[in-house]
C-alpha cells in the first residue's frame, strides 16, 4: 500500500530531511584522515538530538549506530566502529536518518577522504548526477521504472554497474514504506507516479561489478570483487506533480566549496 502525503505531512517530512542535511553538513567539516566512524555517529547523533529529533536508524530492525557509513568497497549499511579510522584516499559513504514530529526523513552522499584516485572520483560524481536523472523522473504520469531505468542506463553506458540486492523505498511515518524504488528498470514499468507519493530515491553504483555480498556482521554489505561503491539518496516528493527534493547537500557545498563531488 502506497500512503499519498498531503501538502502538511509533506512539509513535515521536509523538516526531518533539512535536519538530515545540516547533519551532513557538520559531519562535512570533520571528515578526513584520522577520524573514526565512531566520531561521525557521535558527532551526527548529538547533532540530530540538538535539534529535537532523534536518529531515524538507530534500532530499526536492531541495527546498533546511529548513521551508516561504509568506507571504499561497502556499498550501504556499515556501522560506524572505533576500528575504522579513515585514511587519505578512501571514500565514505554517510547516510542519515532523521525522526521528528512523526515522519522520517533519509538522505545519503558519499565523501572524499582527502585525494581519491580520478577513477573513483568520476564514480562518485555520476553515481551523484544519476540521482537527479532518476529524480528528473519523478514526476505525476511518469512509471516507477522510469526512475530506475534512468540511473541504470546513465551509469551503465559510463562503464558503471547496478547494485540489485538494495533499492530505495517509500517513507513516511515509517523508514521504509511501498513502493520500492529499484535503481534499474524499464520505462514505462512499474505503478504510475502520483503527487502525494514520498520517496527515498538511492542509487548505489558499483566501479566494477555488480555482485555484493553481506558480511558477517549481519549489516555491511560490500562488493563481491572489493572495488568502491558509491550511494547517494534524497527523498523527494511528487507534489502538484513535480519533483520535490525534501532532503539537500546544500550545507556539503557549502563546506567543501570547490572541492563537493
Ligand atoms: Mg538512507
Ligand atoms: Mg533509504
Not at 540489485?164 to 513502493?179: A, D, F, K, N
Request: one cysteine or more.
Amino acid at each position: 500500500m502506497i500512503f499519498l502525503k498531503s501538502d502538511e505531512e509533506i512539509e513535515l517530512l521536509r523538516i526531518s530531511n533539512q535536519i538530515i542535511a545540516k547533519t551532513l553538513g557538520e559531519l562535512a567539516k570533520i571528515i578526513a584522515p584520522g577520524v573514526t566512524t565512531a566520531y561521525l555517529d557521535k558527532i551526527a547523533d548529538e547533532f540530530i538530538r540538538d535539534n529535537g529529533a532523534v536518529p531515524g536508524f538507530l534500532g530499526q530492525d536492531g541495527f546498533p549506530k546511529s548513521i551508516c557509513t561504509s568506507v571504499n568497497e561497502q556499498v550501504v549499511h556499515g556501522i560506524p566502529s572505533e576500528k575504522v579510522v579513515l585514511q587519505e584516499g578512501d571514500i565514505v559513504s554517510v547516510d542519515v536518518g532523521a525522526y521528528i514530529n512523526g515522519f522520517h526523513g533519509d538522505s545519503a552522499y558519499t565523501f572524499c577522504v582527502g585525494e581519491v584516485a580520478p577513477e573513483t572520483v568520476a564514480l562518485l560524481k555520476a553515481t551523484k548526477e544519476s540521482l537527479y536523472k532518476g529524480i528528473e523522473c519523478a514526476v505525476e504520469g511518469h512509471r516507477l521504472g522510469d526512475i530506475g531505468n534512468a540511473i541504470q542506463t546513465y551509469c551503465e553506458a559510463r562503464g558503471y554497474s547496478v547494485v540489485r540486492e538494495l533499492v530505495g523505498h517509500g517513507v513516511g511515518r515509517e523508514l521504509h514504506e511501498s513502493p520500492e524504488v529499484p535503481n534499474y528498470g524499464r520505462k514505462g514499468n512499474g505503478p504510475v507516479l502520483k503527487s502525494g507519493m514520498t520517496i527515498a530515491i538511492e542509487p548505489m553504483i558499483n566501479l566494477g561489478r555488480r555482485n555484493v555480498v553481506f558480511e558477517r556482521d549481519g549489516w555491511t554489505v560490500r562488493t563481491i570483487d572489493r572495488k568502491p561503491s558509491a550511494h547517494f539518496e534524497h527523498s523527494v516528493a511528487i507534489r502538484h506533480g513535480k519533483a520535490d527534493i525534501l532532503s539537500g547537500f546544500q550545507y556539503i557545498e557549502e563546506v567543501l566549496g570547490d572541492k563537493a563531488i
